[in-house]
Structure formats: C-alpha cells, structure tokens
C-alpha cells in the first residue's frame, strides 16, 4: 500500500464515515426484520451440513404412527383417532423392556366417545389410564393455547389449573431471580381426568414456526397463570437433571449448575438430528399380538430394544397432521423435533445463538474490512477480491463456528462487508476516477501498457510536483543526423524519424522503460520511476543493446524507401534525479531533472569519438557487472564536471561461449588501461596492441606512443578532460 500519510489519514476518515454508513444501513434493515429470512437460511444451510447425517443418541427411540400403521390398524381399530386401548396396548408392549420413559406426542385432552356410554368414561379410555399408572413412566401432552378472547378472558381470569396438577407438575417453586419472559397465553388444555393423575410427568406440547413457516426453536419452559409448565420434551429428562433450582438469565436457564443457552425470546435452538431408526407402531402391536399367543420367537421388534431409553411416541402421517417444515425437510415428524431436544437435554449438545452485541459488533468489525478492502488496496481486482476473500473467510469462520455449536449472524456482518466496500469504492470511482484519468492522459505516451495500469493504480503517487529517485537514464542520439536530414526532403526526413521512433518505442516499452521525450532525433527514456523497479540499470541496458540489434530492420525499411542507413550512439547513466509531473497547470510533462540526466546525455555524445555505440557510467556498470561483462573503455572529466568517471562499453553476449570470450576481453583491457593510468606507457602500449584492432584500440596505441615521447607533467592523474560536451 504505502500511501502517503495525508492520503493515509483521507482514506482513514473516509474509510470510517463508509463503514458507518454501512453499520447505520444493516443495524436498520436487521432490526426491521428484513435480513431474518435470509439469515434464516444460512442457518438451515448449516444445519443441514453439520447434521444431516448425524444420528440421534442412542438412549432415544421414536415410534411412529406411519401411514404403515394407519393401514394395519384399520382392519382391528378403525380410522384415526383410534381408541384408547391401542396406546394402552402399546404401554404393555413397552413396559415388558423396561424403558426409562415413554412420551406421548398426542393429546389426550378430551374424552373419547363411548357410543354405549355418552355420559360416562370410555372404557378405551380407562384402559390407558390403567395402563399408565401401571407403567409409572409415561409423561403425556398438555396444551397452552393463545386463542382469541372471550368475555371471560377479557376480564383477565384464565383458565386455571387443578391444584394437584400445579403441585405434581410445576416447576415454579424451583424458579429463582428474574421471572420467565411473559407469553400471552389465556388457555389450558390438560390430559382427561385420571390420565394426568396416573402419568409421572406431563409437559406442554407447543411448536411454533418462524416467520418463514419453518420450526428450529422451541421453549422448554411455558409461564401460564402462575404456574412453571415445562415442555414436552424437558419433562422425561428432569429425572436425569434432578434440578433444585432454575433461573433465567439473559441467553441462559439454569437448571442448577447446568446451562443451556436460549436465544433473546427464552427459546432453544433445536440441534436437530438427522438420522432417526424409528419403529413403527404397527409392528410394535404385530409383536404384541405375538406375545399374547406365545410365539416370540420372530417378533418385528423385542421389547428389549427399548432397556433404559427414553421412547418418544409420535405421528409422521399425512392423516395425523404432524408434519412441519424443518431445516432437514419439509415434511419432518413434529416428533422428531422433540426427541431432538431430549438428545440436546441429556447430551448437552446445545446450539448456542449469538447475541445481539456479539451480532453489532460483527457487523462493525465486517464494516470497516469492506471499507479497508475498497481503499487500501490499490487494484480495482485486487479490491473486489479482497472483499470476496473477506467475505469468504467470514462464512468460513461462521461455518466452523457451528461446528462448535456457535451460531453466529452470516447476513447481516457480510452484508455490512459488501455495503461498505461499495459506497466506498463508488466515492473512489466518482472521485479519484477524474485523477486517474488526468494521470493516464499525461502517461499513456511515456510509458509501457503494463507499467501505464500500474502507475494509474497508484495514481496519487503520481500527482505529485516532484520527487527524488534513484534511476538509470537513457540518451540516443543519430550520427550524422543534419548532413542525413540536409541531403533529404522535409517529408522523407519525417517518415525516417517515424520509422526509427516507432521501432525504438516498442523496444524501450518492451524493457517498461519510460520515455521523457523525442528531442529531434534523439530520445531520453528512463528507468525506475514512475515504478520503483531494482532491475532498472539491467533493463536500461538490455534495452539500448535491443535498440542496436533493431537498427538493422530500421535500416532495411529506410534504405527501401530512398534513405541513408541510420547509426545511432546510446549513453546510460544510473543516480538521483528529481522524477514528477514537471511544467504549469495548463501543460505537465512527467519527466527526470538534474546532473545526473545531464551526464547520461554526455556520455551519449562520447560514443562517436570512442567509436562505441553503448557507452555506460560506471555506476551503472557496477549494478550490471555479474549478468553483462563490459569493457573500461577510459576515465573522464566531462565539461561542466569536476569529478572523473570511468566508462564502459557493455558488450552483448548471445551464447556462454560468447561471454567467456567478453570477459576476457574486458580482463585484458582491464590490464591494459592499468597500465596506462599508472603510468606504464610501454606495457601499456603492448598491451592495447594485442587487443582487437578498433577505434578504442587506436586511441590509447596512440595517446602511449605521444606520452612516450612526451611525458606528462607529475600532476598527471590518467583522466581524460574533455573540452567540449
């Protein structure tokens, strides 16, 4: 990122006013209901990943009244609701394997009709009275109703309970600190006269779906009219629990030292088990009916299978109308949600849902991650895939939660994420797009394509009067260009010109270098700015041996249409220099300044007096040494420098045998300018003459031979000083 402390301390502010724009917008819509459904949703989606296959306890069973059942009981008890007697029938079953309670999820709550008795008690019904007092481990259903006022309940006086039914079953004597939270509900439906006497626990029975029509959440405990009624499910359990005392809490009830986590409406998240093995009621009555005439030997199902589980009674046919909509499926025995919760109860395998600040502070967290992904990241792909990466990480974080049975908001914190991220990247857009654009146009023609995306990322760098780099800067000149241009027609000389720049531009973008300037018919071009790059002083000369290596298709282009070849001389000097956006607020020009320029340009017009055509500084040659040999070519004091430098002429190598070749050439012209400068002139003079014979080779063969027969003065330094530039 590496902005600078003023754009840093924009963004800051501007980050934050995103983010609180972002906060104020979900905390809005999340208390208005409006991101529940979805959130909804993600809560199914991970339930259904973590539990689908996951098997119930194995202290619980489930029969159920099947369409199996209601088929095969047809014949012996008729059409749904059967008499009484069945489940009575049922109970024996049960009681011969010892289980440790039986639930029935079916109300019990009027009399059954007795056609040969309309006023009397059934004796369908007497038969499950019996049969419950004698198994002594039933619980059976009670209802709690919110039904629409009457007269009587509008004056405020429900329903009340039977005093031996609060006594037996309440749990309100056991209730410490704050009460339960108030539920309007202004009717009571309880177990038939003797049912409820004869049952060891009763508990309400009540499911209520969410806004979507689906049920994940159930109470475990109902207030009703003074009276503490637990919920069918908890009823069976309470023998394990044994609790001596129940307090409520924000998001918990205690039952003593155990805790179970509700949500802000007092309700338990059901942990739902997937895989239930449930038994079917028909074969539980085909392997009584076995047993009464002796032949136990193939039952359906043994009695023994239900030794000391908790066997919960329940309806799955459509007839019976049961069913709900669940996170599993749409079509769940309401049954299996209970016997869930007594899985949860025995197994403390609670769901604990996230509270409302821990959901706040989520979305603040997520908020300002969306700003920070939109304004401090400098691509607009690296933007949206670091809101993505985000967001990601956040479902993922989430899911991983659940698996430790944390439940936390996804909607409303990746929604706070995305939101934020969007006003601040349209306020980037809107804004900073005038600026990028400004930069792009003042760019587009210096530099590559590619470094051209990059700087107008990081566009701000760029707006700036000026600053110092250190970078390595090319001049290129033609030889001879006014005698060319003087010999030629105006126009011929602008297609030559055209034909060479657009070469020698495509060769400097190749190497991301950026062009300062056409100067007639020479070229500055630079590297290091506007992209800080460490390759810079490789890539300046790599780039002007290529321009070398391009002169001859230049030249065949040229020569074809009427023009002289073309030689060119290039000098590279590596330092600081002042890079930026130099000119008046009508016209900028993005360009480098200083000495440093000034001795790449002459170091540029050396190359045609030491008939070289690269000629390099020698601090450039010390970066780029290990990867391009080359060669001292002298020690100089150019005009308007005080300082000496030594200058080189790199040497381009095409194969490892070329550059052992290189290296040795610059070893002996290393020696041999040794020698000159230390004043050796003889050996320096034997020295250059085995060198291959050229221009460099010429000049020293003959500066020894002058010094031979006239030595220079005792203030000699071997630095040639140049008069001219």
Not at 51 to 60: F, L, S, T, Y
Not at 65 to 90: C, F, K
Not at 287 to 304: C, F, M, N, Q, Y
Not at 487 to 499: D, G, Q, W
Request: aromatic letters at 8%; hydrophobic letters at 45%; charged letters at 20%.
């Amino acid at each position: 990122m590496n902005l600078p402390r003023e754009q840093w301390l924009q963004h800051t502010v501007l980050g934050g006013l995103c983010a609180l724009g972002a906060i104020l917008l979900i905390l809005a819509l999340n208390s208005a209901g409006v991101l529940t459904s979805l959130e909804w949703l993600t809560y199914d989606a991970r339930l259904r990943a973590f539990n689908a296959d996951r098997p119930a306890p194995p202290e619980i069973a489930v029969i159920l009244i099947d369409e199996a059942s209601l088929q095969y009981m047809n014949t012996d008890a008729g059409r749904w609701p059967w008499p009484r007697s069945v489940h009575g029938d049922l109970l024996e079953f049960l009681a011969l394997g010892e289980p440790k309670a039986v639930v029935f999820d079916v109300l019990f709550v009027e009399r059954q009709r007795d056609p040969n008795n309309p006023d009397g008690f059934s004796p369908h019904d007497q038969q499950l009275v019996d049969a419950t007092a004698q198994a002594g481990f039933v619980t059976h259903a009670t209802q709690v109703l919110s039904e629409t006022a009457d007269e009587l309940k509008k004056s405020g006086k429900l329903p009340s309970l039977p005093a031996d039914y609060v006594k037996r079953y309440s749990l309100h004597e056991l209730l410490q600190g704050t009460p339960p939270p108030s539920i309007p509900f202004n009717d009571v439906e309880i177990p038939i006269p003797g049912l409820w006497e004869a049952a060891k626990h009763s508990g309400v029975v009540r499911a209520e779906a969410d806004s979507d029509g689906r049920y994940r959440r159930m109470q475990l405990l109902y207030p009703y009219n003074g009276s503490l009624l637990p919920s069918l499910a908890l009823a069976p359990v309470l023998d394990a629990l044994n609790p001596r005392s129940i307090r409520y809490e924000p998001g918990v009830i205690s039952f003593d030292k155990s805790r179970i986590p509700v949500d802000h409406e007092g309700k338990l998240l059901v942990n739902q088990y997937g895989v239930f093995r449930p038994y079917s009621y028909a074969g539980i009555i085909s392997s009584l009916k076995d047993i009464r005439a002796g032949e136990t030997e193939k039952l359906i199902v043994d009695p023994a299978e239900f030794k000391d589980r908790i066997v919960f009674i329940g309806a799955d046919a459509v007839g019976v109308q049961d069913l709900k909509a669940t996170a599993l499926s749409p079509k769940t025995a309401g049954v299996y949600l209970q016997a869930s919760i007594a899985g949860n109860l025995l197994h403390q395998e609670f769901l604990t849902p996230g509270t409302n600040t821990q959901t706040v502070t989520l979305i603040i967290l997520m908020a300002l991650v969306g700003a920070a992904s939109a304004l401090l990241v400098r691509q607009v792909s690296l933007k949206l895939l670091a809101v993505l990466v985000s967001a990601t990480f956040y479902v993922a974080a989430a899911y991983y939660a659940f698996s430790q049975r944390w439940v936390v908001d996804i909607v409303a914190p990746v929604s706070a994420t995305l939101v934020a991220w969007f006003l601040a990247f349209s306020y980037l857009f809107f804004t900073e797009g005038k600026d990028k654009r400004r930069v792009r146009k003042v760019l587009a023609q210096y530099v590559s394509p590619a470094v051209l995306a990059e700087v107008v990322d990081k566009y701000s760098n760029y707006l700036e009067v000026g600053r110092k780099e250190t970078v390595s800067v090319l001049f290129s000149d033609i030889r001879s260009f006014t005698t060319v241009s003087e010999s030629l027609p105006a126009e011929k000389v602008v297609e030559m010109l055209n034909i060479y720049f657009t070469e020698m531009n495509d060769v400097i973008f190749a190497e991301n270098g950026t062009i300062d300037k056409f100067i007639g018919d020479a070229i500055m071009a630079f590297w290091g700015a506007p992209i800080r790059d460490p390759q810079h002083a490789i890539r300046s000369v790599r780039a002007a041996v290529n321009m070398i290596r391009a002169l001859p298709k230049v030249n065949a282009t040229v020569v074809a249409r009427g023009i002289p070849e073309l030689h060119i001389g290039v000098g590279i000097h590596t330092g600081e220099a002042v890079v930026g956006n130099i000119g008046s607020e009508k016209k900028l020009a993005y360009t480098a300044i200083g000495d440093n320029v000034n001795l790449a340009s002459r170091l540029e017009g050396l190359t045609k007096q030491y008939g070289c055509s690269i000629l390099i500084s020698e601090t450039t040659q010390a970066i780029i040494t290990e990867a391009i040999p080359c060669r001292v070519i002298d020690a100089v004091r150019v005009k308007g420098k005080k300082l000496p430098i030594r200058i080189f002429a790199p040497l381009p190598v095409e194969s490892p045998e070329d550059s052992q070749n290189a290296r040795a050439l610059c070893e002996r012209t290393a020696a041999a300018f040794e020698h000159y400068q230390q004043r050796r002139f003889e050996q320096a003079l034997a020295a250059y003459r085995a060198l291959p014979a050229d221009a460099l080779q010429e000049i020293f063969v003959e500066r020894c031979e002058t010094y031979l027969q006239s030595p220079p003065d005792g203030e000699w330094d071997g630095i040639y000083t140049l008069t001219s530039k």
